[in-house]
């Protein structure tokens, strides 16, 4: 496996004017960047995600597949906020010493895609062929298309415009049980201690959300564990979900990337909704899931319809919102079959590499 890369940025603003200071973003790469500088194609990562494109969307990269390698110059940052390498709470805090912690300010959608825009600059992109994401990667990607003019095409998997009531809802419940866990201490809680039990309980919540009732039933029914006085089967997979994401992630990130999440908006300070979706001049295709209870088919449907040059694709399976992780070959034959039809587009303008300079 290749290595994580890091990119390290002197200082970076946010949009809420906070200047975080030795910023590193780690990210991976695969393929190569044409003579041209115009192959290039971001992956934005789900919630709890990595840069680790081959880990987890494994049947859509590579020769032949709609992340060609062979073709594409492909690139996936871990999102900020996050504890997989990019700068967030459990990063340094260069002024005082320590870990940010709680201190960690709350990055927009729009701030994660102007970061990721730096380290494009720095790569020497000078033309983006396609963004794709999917859930909070399809907010990041979607984002992309309305700020950055050399885009070509935009994948949209599973996702929204905005940040519905409903999954705003779903967030806060998960917070609130990180809140109550003693542990939690604000937020400023000892490494050694941190609120294993409720970031546990908000994991499980979110599984719930990323599942359907009709999977759970065919999968687990009312099943028991082998031995008697054993939880059902449902209860033990919850609470084994529960135990590996406090092994491998940071309470503090998942409160901040779910805030993050709740920023979303392509509306906010631009405008009418519709008639933003409206200024989408990239080519476009929107996958919903027609099981998924978190991002409903009716919220790509809307993108579909008020995007100009979109084309709706629905997977269809039992697994809700998690189908754009689980059904991969699916997404893969989409996804490749859209690009096999979108390929002659008007040449965007080629990026501009003196466009950010205020941030290094």
Avoid at 176 to 191: H, V
Avoid at 291 to 300: A, G, K, R, S, V
Avoid at 340 to 351: E, I, L, N, Y
Wanted: glycine fraction near 8%.
């Amino acid at each position: 496996m290749p290595e994580v890369l890091i990119e390290s940025f002197s200082r970076f603003q946010l949009e809420d004017g906070t200047t975080l200071n030795d910023v590193n973003v780690a990210y991976r790469t695969w393929g190569k960047l044409n003579a041209s500088k115009d192959n290039a194609v971001v992956v934005c990562h789900s919630l709890s995600g990595d840069s680790n494109v081959d880990a987890w969307w494994t049947p859509l990269i590579g020769p032949g597949r709609a992340l060609c390698t062979d073709q594409y110059f492909v690139v996936c940052a871990n999102l900020l906020g996050s504890c997989y390498g990019t700068t967030g709470p459990t990063s340094i805090n260069s002024e005082t010493g320590q870990p940010y912690a709680s201190s960690f300010p709350v990055p927009t959608i729009r701030d994660n895609v102007r970061l990721q825009q730096r380290l494009l600059d720095r790569l020497g992109v000078r033309q983006l062929e396609m963004v794709i994401g999917g859930s909070i990667g399809g907010m990041i990607a979607i984002e992309f298309a309305l700020m950055e003019p050399t885009l070509k095409r935009l994948v949209a998997v599973a996702t929204s415009g905005r940040h519905s009531a409903w999954c705003i809802g779903w967030t806060e419940a998960q917070r609130q049980a990180i809140y109550a866990d003693p542990d939690w201490k604000g937020g400023n809680y000892s490494p050694d201690r941190p609120p294993i039990a409720g970031l546990a309980s908000a994991r499980m919540m979110a599984m719930l959300s990323y599942r359907t009732p009709a999977s759970f039933s065919e999968r687990f029914g009312r099943e028991v564990m082998t031995s008697a006085g054993e939880p059902f089967l449902v209860e033990s997979y919850l609470r084994y979900q529960g135990d590996k994401l406090v092994h491998r992630f940071d309470a503090n990130s998942y409160v901040r990337l779910t805030q993050t999440s709740n920023s979303h908006d392509v509306a906010r300070n631009r405008g009418k909704y519709e008639d933003i979706l409206g200024s989408v001049r990239q080519q476009t295709l929107i996958v919903g899931v027609d099981t998924d209870i978190l991002f409903p088919l009716n919220e790509q449907q809307e993108l579909a319809r008020c995007i100009p040059d979109a084309e709706l694709a629905v997977l269809r399976s039992p697994h809700g919102h998690d189908a754009f992780l689980l059904e991969g070959a699916k997404l893969n034959s989409v996804v490749q079959s859209w690009m096999g039809r979108s390929r002659s587009v008007p040449k965007p303008p080629q990026r501009e590499e003196h466009a950010h300079q205020t941030e290094q």
